[in-house]
C-alpha cells in the first residue's frame, strides 16, 4: 500500500521558513507528478505547488509565487516544499499527493492525484 508521509511542519513567525518534507514508502514516486496542497480551516483545499516526474517542471499558486520552492529527490523518494517569507495567510494543513498515473502532467487540481498524506500543520503566528 502506497504511503505517503509529510513531515517538516511546525509554528513560525510571519517572516520565517519552513521546510516541508514529502516521503514515500513501499512506493516510487520517481516520474510521478507531485503536489502540495494546503487546507486551511473553513476553507477549501488549494494547490500549492506541482512538480514533474523528473523535476524539469514547477508550477505554483500565484498567492505563494516567489515565496515557495518545489524541488525533489528521487533518489531519496522525497518530494521537498521551501518555504520562505512565511504569512499567517499560509497557515494551514499541508498535505503532498502523488498522480494516479505516469502520464498525468503536473497540475494544481487535486482531482489528478490519487495517493495523499496524512498532513502536517503550518502554523505562522507571532
Known amino acids: 500500500q502506497v504511503q505517503l508521509v509529510e513531515s517538516g511542519g511546525g509554528l513560525v513567525q510571519p517572516g520565517g521558513s519552513l521546510r516541508l518534507s514529502c516521503e514515500a514508502s513501499?512506493?516510487?514516486?520517481?516520474?510521478?507528478?507531485v503536489g502540495w496542497f494546503r487546507q486551511a480551516p473553513g476553507k477549501e483545499r488549494e494547490g500549492v505547488s506541482c512538480?514533474?516526474?523528473?523535476?524539469?517542471?514547477?508550477y505554483y499558486a500565484d498567492s505563494v509565487k516567489g515565496r515557495f520552492t518545489i524541488s525533489r529527490d528521487n533518489a531519496k523518494n522525497t518530494v521537498y516544499l521551501q518555504m520562505n517569507s512565511l504569512k499567517p495567510e499560509d497557515t494551514a494543513v499541508y498535505f503532498c499527493?502523488?498522480?494516479?498515473?505516469?502520464?498525468?502532467?503536473?497540475?494544481?487540481?487535486?482531482?489528478?492525484?490519487?495517493?495523499w498524506g496524512q498532513g502536517t500543520q503550518v502554523t505562522v503566528s507571532s
Open positions: 499527493a502523488v498522480a494516479a498515473t505516469l502520464a498525468t502532467v503536473p497540475t494544481l487540481s487535486s482531482g489528478a492525484y490519487a495517493y
Open positions: 513501499r512506493f516510487s514516486s520517481d516520474y510521478y507528478a
Open positions: 512538480i514533474s516526474g523528473y523535476g524539469g517542471s514547477t
